[in-house]
């Protein structure tokens, strides 16, 4: 029985330490999400909230109506030395009780069942909240790829924009030149020259 206790403790102790721990990751991993999807965060949250507050008060309200010791005595021993072995064994089995601070495991089936219930309600809590993280940490790394896409896109558009911007450009003084040589040599050399002087334009655009 003491054996137990002492699971039951450092079991106890690991299933509060666990809670809270998923708790808080979760109410950072909530802070990383933006305003406009706040209201459906905390749709999805809220449920495992509540579940997980509903678990920590039945823990509590389970410990507190535990008895503070495990120690009784056995009936049927009616001699005096045997009223001394089971005080000794009393004040000794009292003494393990004040150092572990443990409540009692509830004998009957019920109680028992709860606490198996309860153990297994703060496992798939803590499976949820996995779960929940490992969703949040693959969304946000698609909001970064989608948001790398983005930053790409604008760039590769204002690139565009500057090319269209020299081809404009040089459109202008390849038609000023044209308009030039039209008026010094006539159509002829115009025509002559004007797909050498459009080559010679894209040329310069693409290189610069």
């Known amino acids: 029985m003491d054996t137990l206790c002492k699971h039951f403790g450092r079991l106890e102790k690991e299933h509060y330490q666990q809670l809270r721990a998923n708790i808080r990751?979760?109410?950072?991993?909530?802070?990383?999400?933006?305003?406009?999807?706040?209201?459906?965060?905390?749709?999805?949250?809220?449920?495992?909230?509540?579940?997980?507050?509903?678990?920590?008060?039945?823990?509590?309200?389970?410990?507190?109506?535990?008895?503070?010791?495990?120690?009784?005595?056995?009936?049927?021993?009616?001699?005096?030395?045997c009223h001394s072995v089971n005080d000794e064994g009393d004040k000794a089995e009292s003494g393990r009780q004040s150092q572990l601070h443990l409540?009692?495991?509830?004998?009957?089936?019920n109680a028992a069942e709860s606490w198996d219930n309860l153990e297994g309600d703060l496992k798939e809590l803590s499976s949820l909240v996995?779960?929940?993280?490992?969703?949040?940490?693959?969304?946000?790394?698609?909001?970064?790829?989608?948001?790398?896409?983005?930053?790409?896109?604008s760039t590769n558009v204002e690139e565009g924009t500057k090319s269209l911007g020299k081809v404009c450009i040089f459109e202008c003084v390849c038609g000023n030149i044209l308009k030039q040589l039209f008026h010094l040599h006539g159509q002829d050399v115009v025509h002559k020259n004007k797909k050498l002087l459009f080559k010679l334009t894209f040329f310069l655009a693409a290189d610069t």
């Not at 979760?26 to 509903?54: F, K, T």
């Not at 409540?103 to 089936?109: K, L, R, S, V, W």
């Open 103 to 109: 409540p009692e495991i509830p004998a009957d089936q």
């Open 25 to 81: 990751e979760m109410e950072q991993l909530c802070g990383r999400v933006r305003a406009e999807d706040a209201a459906a965060l905390d749709l999805l949250v809220r449920p495992v909230r509540d579940r997980a507050s509903a678990a920590a008060r039945d823990f509590l309200l389970l410990h507190s109506d535990s008895s503070p010791t495990l120690a009784t005595r056995q009936p049927g021993c009616a001699s005096s030395s």
């Open 130 to 153: 996995t779960e929940f993280s490992l969703l949040v940490h693959s969304q946000q790394e698609k909001i970064d790829s989608i948001e790398d896409n983005i930053n790409t896109a």
